[in-house]
C-alpha cells in the first residue's frame, strides 16, 4: 500500500510496472488519470461521479418508495456516488410523497456512528460541509422549496442536517451538479416518455431506480435509462454478485462479480495443432 496525493498518483500510473488503472473519483480526476494511463496503454476501470434518477410512479407502494429516497440519499451522510439525488414523482402522488418524506426525516438520529441508536453520520470535512451548504443556498436562491433540513446540525464534526428540496426544476443546479451531501431534489413528471427523456439529460449515468408495481413497465423504463447500475423497487443493493459500474462520464469497467475478474485480466489466445501441418509447397 502506497499512500500519497496527485503526485504520488501520477509516479504510480507511469510507472510500467503497473498493468493496471483503478480510480474511484471525480470526472475531472478520472480525464486526467485516463489521459495518463494512455500513455502506457494501460487497462482502465473507472467509477468516477453521478447524477442518478430515482422514477417513483403512481402506483409504487408510497412507504417503500420513501424508504427507496432515504437509502438512495442520506445513507453515508449523501457521501455516495450512486446515490439517486434526481427523485422523479409522478403527479398523482407527489405531494403525498413529499409530505410522507419529511415525516419519516424527524426520525433522524446523529452523533457518534458507533452508537447503535444514531441513523445518521458526519461529513468527511469542513470543505465538503462548506460545499454542501453552498449547494443548499444555491437551491433556495433558484426557486425549489425546501422542505427539510437545509442547516447545520451541533455536535463534534461537520453536520448538515438531511436536506429535501420539492418543486425542483431540471435547469437547477442542485439537479445537474454531484452533491456528494445529504441534499434531495424532488421533481414532478406527468408520463412514462416524460420522466424517462429528462432522467437521460445528465452528462452521467451511474445508477438508475424505478418505483412501480407493474413489472412490465419496470423492466420497459429500466432498459430505456441510460445507466449501468440500475434497481427495481430498491436503491443501492449491491451485493458482490452483482457487476457496479457506469456509463457516460459516470465512467468505464465494472467492479464486482466475474466482471471485475475480467478487467483485471488480460486475455491470451492459445492455439495448439494436434495434426500434421499441409502446406502448399
Known amino acids: 500500500m502506497v499512500q500519497g496525493l496527485g503526485d504520488v498518483g501520477a509516479k504510480l500510473i507511469a510507472d510500467p510496472r503497473i498493468a493496471k488503472v483503478s480510480l474511484t473519483g471525480s470526472v475531472p480526476t478520472g480525464r486526467r488519470v485516463y489521459a495518463a494511463a494512455a500513455e502506457g496503454i494501460k487497462n482502465v476501470t473507472m467509477e468516477l461521479g453521478g ?17 427507496g429516497a432515504i437509502l438512495g440519499n442520506f445513507y453515508s451522510s ?39 441508536e444514531v441513523n445518521f453520520g458526519p461529513l468527511v470535512s469542513a470543505a465538503q460541509r462548506d460545499k454542501v451548504l453552498g449547494y ?28 429535501v428540496f420539492a418543486d425542483v426544476t431540471d435547469d437547477m443546479t442542485i439537479a445537474k451538479e454531484e452533491i456528494f451531501g445529504p441534499v434531495l431534489s424532488v421533481l414532478k413528471f406527468e408520463d412514462e416518455d416524460e420522466a424517462v427523456t429528462r432522467a437521460n439529460a445528465s452528462e452521467f449515468g451511474l445508477s438508475a431506480g424505478v418505483f412501480t408495481r407493474d413489472i412490465t413497465r419496470a423492466h420497459r423504463v429500466i432498459g430505456a435509462l441510460d445507466a449501468g447500475s440500475c434497481f427495481i423497487n430498491s436503491y443501492n443493493d449491491a451485493p458482490v454478485e452483482v457487476p457496479f459500474g457506469g456509463s457516460k462520464m459516470s465512467g468505464v469497467g465494472r467492479e464486482n462479480a466475474k466482471a471485475a475478474i475480467e478487467h483485471y485480466s488480460q486475455l491470451k489466445s492459445v492455439f495448439v495443432r494436434m495434426t500434421p501441418i499441409e502446406a502448399p509447397f
Open 136 to 163: 443548499i443556498e444555491k437551491g433556495r436562491a433558484e426557486g425549489a422549496r425546501l422542505v427539510a433540513g437545509g442547516t447545520e446540525m451541533s455536535g463534534p464534526g461537520f453536520w448538515v442536517a438531511p436536506t
Open 78 to 116: 449523501g457521501q455516495v456516488c450512486s446515490n439517486g439525488t434526481r427523485v422523479f414523482v409522478q403527479a398523482g402522488i407527489y405531494d403525498a410523497f413529499v409530505a410522507r418524506l419529511a415525516e419519516r426525516l424527524a426520525g433522524v438520529k446523529h452523533g457518534d456512528p458507533q452508537n447503535p
Open 51 to 67: 447524477k442518478s434518477p430515482l422514477l417513483i410512479f403512481d402506483d409504487a407502494v408510497l412507504d417503500d418508495a420513501v424508504s
